[in-house]
C-alpha cells in the first residue's frame, strides 16, 4: 500500500497540472524532509554559546548588560562605568586596547605635564583636579596664604585651550597692577622709590600693613607701641621721599597722634641738650628700642 502511495505521488509531482472544471491546477508540492543539524557545531546556537550569553545578559533584555570588568586588570569605576561598550571597543572584544590615560583621552596640556593624568584626575570628572598646595610644594613656588586658595587658572589659566602655561615666580609679574596702583591707595611706590621685591614689605595674606625693615634704623616699627602703624598715620606725603631708612624724609608728624604745647614741653626739657619742639627731635628721643 505504501509503495503505491508513493507511485502516485511522484506521478502526480511530474504533472505540470492538474485540469479541473475547466481550469488548471498546481500540482501540490513536495515537503522534503528537515534536514539535520551539522555535527560540527555551525547550525543554531549550542548550549555552550548560551551560557557564555547568560553570564552578561538577562532574558528580559539584551541591554544593559553585566560583565565583571575587574577580572581584566582595568576595574571600571565612576565615568568609566557609565560608558557603553563600544565606546572603548569599537572593534570586537579580543582585540586588546589601551589601558592608560593617553590611549583614550587627547591630552589637553599637550604633554606639558607628563601622561601620568591620575596623578591630578580622578575617574569622576576632568575638572575636580587632586594638584592641591601641598602638591604645589614640589614645585618651585610653594603656595602660601591667598595664593594656596586660588583658583589655578588664575595664575596658569588658558581656558580655551585648557593648557597651562609657566607662571611668573617674580611678584611682580602678577602684581604689577598692583604695584602701579598703590599710588591711589596708600603710597606711590615709584615716586617713593619702592623695589618690585613685593615680599620684602609684605606677606601673602596682604598688602597691608605692610612691613619696612630699614625704617628701624630711623624710628623703629618693627616692636614696641609703634608696630603696625601706617605709613600715613605719621607722614604727611611719601612722594619723591627716598626709602632708604634715613630720616630725612622731612614729612613725618609725631603731633598728628601726640598733641602737645611747645610752651610746656619747652618747660619739661630746659635741661635737654640739642631739644628743639619739632617733630624730628621728638622721634630722635621717644623711640622704643626692641626689647
Not at 593648557?163 to 598703590?182: E, K, L, Q, W
Not at 622731612?250 to 640739642?274: L, P
Request: glycine fraction near 8%; include cysteine; hydrophobic fraction near 30%.
Amino acid at each position: 500500500m505504501r509503495r503505491a502511495a508513493a507511485v502516485v505521488v511522484a506521478v502526480l509531482g511530474a504533472l505540470p497540472a492538474i485540469v479541473w472544471g475547466g481550469r488548471a491546477l498546481a500540482a501540490p508540492p513536495v515537503v522534503p524532509r528537515a534536514a539535520k543539524p551539522a555535527a560540527s557545531g555551525t547550525g543554531p546556537a549550542t548550549a555552550t554559546a548560551a551560557a557564555k550569553c547568560a553570564s552578561c545578559h538577562v532574558e528580559s533584555s539584551w541591554s544593559p548588560a553585566k560583565f565583571d570588568h575587574e577580572r581584566t586588570g582595568f576595574p571600571l569605576r565612576e565615568a568609566h562605568s557609565r560608558l557603553a561598550c563600544v565606546s572603548c571597543h569599537p572593534q570586537d572584544f579580543k582585540t586588546r586596547i589601551a589601558d592608560t590615560c593617553s590611549g583614550c583621552h587627547r591630552d589637553r596640556h599637550r604633554g606639558e605635564l607628563g601622561l601620568h593624568c591620575e596623578g591630578c584626575h580622578d575617574e569622576k570628572s576632568w575638572r575636580n583636579t587632586l594638584f592641591g598646595p601641598d602638591t604645589h610644594r614640589r614645585t618651585s613656588f610653594p603656595l602660601s596664604g591667598k595664593h594656596a586658595v586660588i583658583p589655578c587658572r588664575e595664575c596658569h589659566g588658558d581656558l580655551r585651550d585648557m593648557t597651562f602655561s609657566r607662571a611668573p615666580v617674580a611678584c611682580i609679574g602678577c602684581h604689577r597692577g598692583d604695584y602701579d596702583g598703590a599710588a591711589a591707595r596708600s603710597v606711590d611706590h615709584v615716586a617713593a622709590g619702592f623695589g618690585v621685591n613685593c615680599q620684602t614689605c609684605h606677606n601673602t595674606w596682604r598688602f597691608s600693613p605692610a612691613r619696612f625693615e630699614a625704617h628701624d634704623v630711623c624710628f623703629i616699627l618693627s616692636t614696641g607701641p609703634h608696630r603696625g602703624i601706617r605709613c600715613a598715620q605719621c607722614h604727611s606725603s611719601l612722594v619723591g621721599v627716598p626709602a632708604n631708612g634715613t630720616c630725612t624724609s622731612g614729612t613725618s608728624r609725631c603731633i598728628s597722634c601726640h598733641t602737645h604745647d611747645c610752651a610746656r614741653s619747652d618747660q619739661q626739657h630746659a635741661n635737654v641738650m640739642g631739644y628743639s619742639c619739632t617733630d624730628r627731635k621728638c622721634f630722635e628721643c621717644h623711640q622704643r628700642t626692641p626689647p
